[in-house]
């Protein structure tokens, strides 16, 4: 039987005071990426993100970003190779920390928004990234897109890899994501996305915006947690793939 992980970003909120529907999209998901305090979260919401994983049996990872609260990670940054190492090395070994005090244990690393956009593109950001997860903890998978560099960098420390697709956004035909500047960057039907989700994972493709046809390794499955109706898309993805006969697990 053919599997696949699904995971989503979470923890994205402050003092745990505003978690969204978190909780309930963990029903649906085998993977959580805790935000780790510079692009959202802080101690108490990392703390409370990651007891709801490990007690929902759902693997915990770090999401760590360039330190942009104002602009949620999303704003490309000019930092040294060193500067990406320390900030993933700070935010890798905080959730560690948290995830270890509550019995359980840290899964993989997924970077956020501008820095994952960023080093799936440089190979120098993307090797500073995989050094990092490399001294916190070699067993870490490190999550990247499909046929990026992110991959290809940590694959040559010989770091566990996981290739990443994504439910709610369009390819263009280099298999890179869509901007989001462009307006046709997310996609927000439902049936869109899991008839994408199904092409990916069954013949390793994706049809780019062009219409052209992609090929690209499925290994795991993103879906924003931040978005409208991320509830509703996490139940309809994680049930189109099981009648689909794919069964959800963790990397």
């Not at 979260?41 to 703390?47: H, I, L, N, S």
């Not at 409370?48 to 760590?64: I, N």
């Not at 899964?107 to 501008?114: C, D, E, L, R, Y």
């Not at 770091?159 to 697709?165: D, G, M, N, Q």
Request: net charge negative.
């Amino acid at each position: 039987m053919k599997s696949v992980d699904i995971n989503c970003d979470m923890g994205e909120s402050f003092g745990a005071w505003k978690m969204g529907s978190d909780a309930e999209i963990m029903d649906y998901i085998s993977s959580s990426n805790v935000a780790c305090g510079f692009h959202a979260g802080d101690a108490t919401t990392m703390r409370v993100t990651a007891e709801m994983a490990l007690a929902k049996g759902v693997a915990v990872g770090a999401h760590p970003s360039y330190p942009d609260l104002q602009g949620f990670g999303r704003r490309t940054m000019s930092l040294t190779p060193d500067e990406v190492f320390d900030i993933v090395v700070y935010q890798v070994s905080a959730l560690k920390g948290i995830c270890e005090s509550l019995g359980g244990r840290l899964s993989h690393v997924k970077p956020h928004g501008a820095l994952y956009n960023q080093a799936a593109k440089d190979a120098i950001i993307a090797r500073a990234i995989a050094r990092a997860v490399q001294i916190c903890d070699d067993s870490l998978v490190v999550f990247g897109l499909a046929g990026s560099l992110s991959i290809a960098e940590a694959e040559k420390l010989s770091l566990k890899t996981a290739s990443e697709v994504f439910a709610d956004r369009t390819y263009q035909p280099d298999g890179s994501l869509t901007s989001r500047s462009q307006p046709n960057a997310l996609i927000r039907e439902q049936g869109q996305a899991v008839e994408q989700v199904i092409q990916m994972v069954e013949s390793k493709s994706v049809t780019a915006a062009d219409g052209t046809r992609v090929e690209l390794k499925a290994d795991t499955i993103c879906i924003h947690g931040d978005g409208p109706h991320a509830l509703d898309f996490a139940a309809a993805i994680n049930k189109g793939l099981t009648c689909a006969g794919v069964s959800i697990r963790p990397v």
